[in-house]
């Protein structure tokens, strides 16, 4: 049974800073790429980052481009999202997710997290 359990998520104020963690267990980290989704109160889940099987790779939505970092560690099966200058619209349940494929879609992951909450106060 593959678990993903997301952590780090809290109120923070517009231009701080926070470090999501999605930890992985359940089958071999390393042979899938990892990727955070977002969901605001009335909005679709959007694609945030992805982040390829080695970590060499990695893609952001535009909306967050130069200010999230995503990365992983394969050794301790843990993913991270570290979020710099924080703004109001960042706010949202933030969710990670494990698949097959290096994929802003949304369906190319089949194992999902139950969700970290990010506020951001403006």
């Known amino acids: 049974q593959v678990q993903l359990v997301e952590s780090g998520g809290a109120l923070v104020q517009a231009g701080g800073s926070l470090r999501l963690s999605c930890a992985a267990s359940g089958r071999t980290f390393s042979n899938y790429a990892m990727a955070w989704f977002r969901r605001a109160p009335g909005k679709e889940r959007e694609f945030v980052a992805v982040v390829s099987r080695s970590g060499s790779d990695t893609d952001y939505a535009d909306s967050v481009k130069g200010r999230f970092t995503i990365s992983r560690d394969n050794a301790k099966s843990t993913m991270y999202l570290q979020m710099n200058t924080l703004k109001p619209e960042d706010a949202a349940v933030y969710y990670c997710?494990?698949?097959?494929?290096?994929?802003?879609?949304?369906?190319?992951?089949?194992?999902w997290g139950q969700g970290t909450q990010v506020t951001v106060s403006s």
């Open positions: 997710a494990s698949g097959g494929t290096y994929s802003r879609n949304l369906w190319a992951y089949n194992y």
